[in-house]
């Protein structure tokens, strides 16, 4: 079955350093990738989306990469800030389009520190 | 724009009883869905739809009932509560994209099964 990983433990990075999600799949050939990010007591909000002939994407300090090879996607937050302390997650897109039937990794808190 | 709204924001029933999620958004979005969302769990996909009069089965139906009369809404019945249908509730919508389109979330409902 479809299986997406992401680091389940706490990331806890200090302010101004890089802070680096993992996202692994196995079990599936995604047509494109996308990370959310939530914060407590609220619904995920999207941010980046990195389609398969993609290698790299970025919007502003956040950067995405998409190794189809490796079954990985990272997401790099460089600078981090305080207010970039959210839990992150990933949702490998279905090549039938589908949005609807996302799936989610179980997602990866980070915690940055002033 | 309201985007995806999600009533109650939170719920207290007894097991037995009945009740329904209620989600509506005003993009005019195709895809709907339903999601829990358990601490370590991350996102579980109940059921989705893609069409008024269309829905389907995501990874963990059992127990949840949805129909879809029209474009705008898709609530979420429970039919019997029982104490493992505590949770939170995210509804979501998003437009159809073989190439990845954004799914917008609603602020979830807290629900707890006494």
């Known amino acids: 079955s479809q299986k997406i990983e992401q680091n389940s433990e706490a990331l806890n990075i200090q302010e101004g350093k890089t802070a680096t999600l993992t996202c692994n799949y196995t079990?599936?050939?995604?047509?494109?990738l996308q990370w959310y990010r939530q914060d407590p007591g609220r619904g995920p909000v999207f941010l980046l989306l990195?389609?398969?002939?993609?290698k790299e994407k970025r919007k502003e300090r956040l950067k995405v990469t998409f190794d189809t090879t490796l079954k990985q996607s990272l997401f790099h937050i460089t600078a981090s800030q305080p207010a970039d302390s959210a839990t992150y997650l990933c949702?490998?897109?279905?090549?039938?389009?589908?949005?609807?039937?996302?799936?989610f990794g179980q997602g990866t808190t980070l915690q940055v520190k002033p | 724009n309201a985007g995806v709204t999600q009533t109650p924001k939170f719920q207290v029933l007894k097991t037995g009883q009945s009740m329904t999620l209620q989600c509506a958004q005003d993009?005019?979005?195709?895809?709907m869905s339903w999601y829990r969302q358990d601490p370590g769990m991350g996102l579980r996909l109940i059921h989705y739809?893609?069409?008024?009069?269309?829905?389907d089965q995501g990874e963990v139906p059992n127990g949840y009932n949805v129909s879809r009369s029209t474009t705008e809404d898709f609530p979420l019945r429970l039919l019997s509560a029982a104490p493992s249908q505590t949770s939170v509730y995210f509804c979501?919508?998003?437009?159809?994209?073989?190439?990845?389109?954004?799914?917008?979330f609603g602020q979830g409902t807290r629900l707890t099964v006494v």
């Open positions: 979501a919508s998003s437009s159809p994209g073989s190439s990845g389109t954004e799914a917008f």
């Open positions: 079990n599936y050939s995604p047509a494109y």
């Open positions: 990195i389609r398969e002939n993609e």
């Open positions: 949702a490998p897109g279905p090549r039938s389009g589908n949005t609807g039937k996302l799936i």
């Open positions: 993009m005019n979005h195709e895809y």
């Open positions: 739809s893609v069409g008024a009069g269309i829905t």
